[in-house]
């Protein structure tokens, strides 16, 4: 048994050999090529062997997809920060929840690029981050200075990272 995609289907086609030698191939069941499982219609048609096939073909084909929109995503990431990063840049506020989350994530993502690009040799300096993380914590005060607190002199005007 072996499966082919024809369109927007996925056909399930048996192949026999004959006394002779002959090999021949019948579709047995066909099903739209978005399952993930198999279908009641194409089990009923197939051997407990063929369905077992069938299974391994769906799961490694969803792994197979799964591999590639994430490394979709990984391509797309330079462009989301950027435009996170304009956004940024036009706030007054952000809540210290939201920032803990951002500084938490942008620390976790660094440390996790540089083992994967350590066979490389290029490492980003830690140092270096956490004094752009720093700055963006400065202007972010600078900001709230101006905005939120501009006649409350007393008050803390510190934005802190963390909960």
Not at 25 to 45: I, M, R
Request: charged share 30%; glycine share 2%; aromatic share 8%.
């Amino acid at each position: 048994m072996y499966f082919k995609i024809i369109g927007s289907r996925v056909q399930c086609i048996r192949e026999q050999v004959s006394k002779d030698n002959i090999l021949s191939e019948k579709v047995v069941a066909s099903f739209d090529s978005h399952l993930t499982q198999v279908a009641p219609h194409v089990a009923a048609k197939l051997t407990i062997k063929e369905i077992e096939e069938l299974e391994l073909w769906l799961k490694e084909r969803q792994t197979l997809k799964h591999r590639s929109s994430e490394y979709h995503l990984l391509e797309m990431l330079p462009e989301i920060i950027s435009e996170a990063n304009f956004t940024l840049s036009n706030l007054s506020y952000l809540d210290k929840k939201t920032i803990y989350k951002l500084n938490h994530a942008i620390e976790s993502f660094t440390q996790n690029l540089n083992r994967v690009n350590s066979k490389t040799g290029i490492r980003f300096n830690h140092r270096e981050t956490m004094n752009k993380k720093q700055a963006l914590v400065d202007k972010m005060n600078e900001v709230k200075r101006y905005f939120i607190e501009p006649n409350n002199e007393s008050s803390s005007k510190e934005v802190r990272t963390g909960i």
